[in-house]
């Protein structure tokens, strides 16, 4: 039985320190390393980079080490999102977040910055739109904090003002020691590459994936004290089903916590299990509308439902797949910006990612398997209310035909091809514009771009009798 009147310790959400912080072991034990060797010879100024997808914990990570820094009473400023945007809002919330007793010193400093910005600056303006004034405020912020600097989704900051960021904090820590700690999704690195903080990239960066099986088993039942004992099977049962995402073992937690609060038992089975599954599976089907919509949005989704067809029910991506997700978005746009703003939209959204150097894998593996099968259903609701579901098959048996890759056609065969289906809209423009063909670099040529994934749409629509088929 759970302790009479003990609240729900399990916090499904962002940001929220779990009851059990588990894994992150390694990572864990060099912050209190590096908290308690803070100021003295042994102190690495060097910022530790979290990479990781979302509902992960990195957030839940950078709580972990404010707490632990405010214990061995540290000052903490955690900057996020909202105040990331420019140099002065980086200042702004240092002074709101400062620790009281140096505020008024800090005052007075940049009070003298102020005066005195014009013979330091060389003639820069005075007041508030100069650059050289703002930074020599983050600088006098900084120099003064003498505790952890944290930056969470740090992605979001633009690359120009993590330029000053990142040099202020390298050139002022050389003399006034500060920890700095710096999180976002696997888009993360490209940012900081592009903020052109030469030190930055020597800081070495750390992935925040899903746990391991163990841990996730911890997070999971730790938290119900030593008197509950779930069976193996209902253990096992979660644990496959929380797929070691952070997120979704606290979704699981919580829904088990719930049904149990109800109970007398010690020793819970699969039936609480399979109540508990309802509101888990309501949760997680809202999680995963929201990220198709989000695929959609970004024009992600028909390139990312064609590798997991690709990669097939239990493979995993490789580098391979993200560099034909990569080609399949940009067409033929080669310039160097272009290509670098989609490969970071690729990587921020967090469907699939490399924890490790040449390792890739699926941010939450269940998603893609719910990305599979929803595509194809959405793909065949707008070609039927479109009447462009038989245009789709004779496309297809034109590319079927071919033997070998390239699936390239020319575009005039496939418009002969289409002729009898051209009314009202224009089969290959919507095609194109769903992403299920690319034109070549060639002209005149088009690349069925989906192959896969247009094949289990068709083989669904003939599957269910569709009419038009
Ligand atoms: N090590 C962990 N063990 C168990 N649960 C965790 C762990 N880390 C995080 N969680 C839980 O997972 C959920 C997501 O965590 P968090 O918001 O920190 O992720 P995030 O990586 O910051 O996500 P985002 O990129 O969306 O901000 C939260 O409910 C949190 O309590
Ligand atoms: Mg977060």
């Given at each position: 039985m759970l302790p009479l009147g003990k609240p729900n310790p399990f916090h499904p959400g962002y940001g929220v320190i779990p009851p059990v912080l588990a894994g992150r072991e390694r990572l864990k034990q060099f912050f209190r390393e590096q908290l308690d060797n803070?100021?003295?010879?042994?102190?690495?100024?060097?910022?530790?980079?979290?990479?990781?997808?979302?509902?992960?914990?990195?957030?839940?990570?950078?709580?972990?080490v404010a707490i632990k820094a405010r214990k061995r009473k540290l000052p903490v400023v955690a900057l996020a999102s909202d105040n990331l945007s420019s140099v002065a809002g980086i200042s702004r919330e240092l002074a709101r977040q400062f620790p009281p007793k140096l505020l008024e010193r800090v005052h007075s400093l940049i009070k003298e910055i102020r005066l005195n910005v014009g013979d330091i600056g060389g003639g820069v303006a005075i007041g508030d739109g100069g650059k050289e004034e703002k930074t020599y405020e983050l600088r006098t912020w900084l120099e003064n904090l003498g505790g952890v600097l944290l930056i969470d989704e740090a992605h979001n900051m633009p690359p120009e003002v993590g330029h000053i960021l990142y040099n202020a904090i390298q050139s002022v820590g050389i003399k006034h020691p500060f920890m700095v700690v710096i999180a976002g999704t696997p888009d993360?690195?490209?940012?900081?590459?592009?903020?052109?903080?030469?030190?930055?990239?020597?800081?070495?960066?750390?992935?925040?994936?899903?746990?391991?099986?163990?841990?996730?088993?911890?997070?999971?039942?730790?938290?119900?004290?030593?008197?509950?004992?779930?069976?193996?099977?209902?253990?096992?049962?979660?644990?496959?089903?929380?797929?070691?995402?952070?997120?979704?073992?606290?979704?699981?937690?919580?829904?088990?916590?719930?049904?149990?609060?109800?109970?007398?038992?010690?020793?819970?089975?699969?039936?609480?299990?399979?109540?508990?599954?309802?509101?888990?599976?309501?949760?997680?089907?809202?999680?995963?509308?929201?990220?198709?919509?989000?695929?959609?949005?970004?024009?992600?989704?028909?390139?990312?439902?064609?590798?997991?067809?690709?990669?097939?029910?239990?493979?995993?991506?490789?580098?391979?797949?993200?560099?034909?997700?990569?080609k399949h978005l940009n067409d033929h746009k080669d310039g160097n910006q272009e290509q670098l703003e989609t490969m970071q939209k690729i990587l921020h959204n967090g469907f699939i990612w490399e924890p490790k150097?040449?390792?890739?894998?699926?941010?939450?593996?269940?998603?893609?398997?719910?990305?599979?099968?929803?595509?194809?259903?959405?793909?065949?609701?707008?070609?039927?209310?479109?009447?462009?579901?038989?245009?789709?098959?004779?496309?297809?048996?034109?590319?079927?035909?071919?033997?070998?890759?390239?699936?390239?056609?020319?575009?005039?065969?496939?418009?002969?091809?289409?002729?009898?289906?051209?009314?009202?809209?224009?089969?290959?423009?919507?095609?194109?514009?769903?992403?299920?063909?690319?034109?070549?670099?060639?002209?005149?040529?088009?690349?069925?771009?989906?192959?896969?994934?247009?094949?289990?749409?068709?083989?669904?629509?003939?599957?269910?009798?569709?009419?038009?088929?």
């Open positions: 803070f100021g003295n010879d042994s102190f690495n100024p060097t910022p530790k980079v979290l990479l990781g997808p979302r509902g992960c914990g990195k957030t839940a990570l950078l709580k972990w993360l690195d490209s940012v900081l590459v592009r903020s052109k903080a030469t030190f930055i990239e020597r800081a070495p960066a750390e992935s925040i994936g899903r746990l391991n099986r163990e841990d996730a088993r911890q997070a999971l039942f730790e938290p119900f004290g030593k008197h509950i004992r779930f069976s193996d099977d209902a253990m096992e049962q979660v644990l496959d089903e929380a797929q070691d995402y952070p997120y979704f073992i606290q979704l699981w937690g919580s829904a088990l916590w719930d049904v149990l609060a109800g109970r007398r038992t010690y020793s819970p089975g699969m039936d609480v299990v399979n109540e508990a599954r309802d509101s888990v599976n309501e949760q997680r089907s809202r999680l995963y509308n929201r990220r198709m919509q989000e695929l959609e949005n970004y024009g992600l989704l028909v390139p990312f439902a064609e590798m997991a067809w690709r990669v097939g029910e239990d493979g995993q991506p490789t580098g391979y797949d993200f560099n034909l997700v990569l150097v040449g390792t890739w894998e699926y941010g939450i593996p269940s998603l893609a398997a719910h990305v599979r099968w929803n595509t194809i259903g959405m793909i065949l609701e707008q070609l039927q209310d479109e009447g462009t579901l038989p245009a789709l098959q004779a496309v297809y048996q034109c590319f079927d035909k071919m033997l070998k890759q390239p699936l390239v056609r020319k575009r005039e065969d496939l418009e002969r091809a289409l002729e009898q289906y051209n009314e009202g809209y224009d089969p290959l423009v919507r095609f194109q514009d769903m992403k299920l063909l690319i034109p070549t670099p060639q002209p005149g040529f088009m690349r069925l771009m989906a192959p896969h994934l247009v094949k289990g749409v068709l083989a669904e629509a003939e599957r269910l009798h569709l009419p038009e088929t």
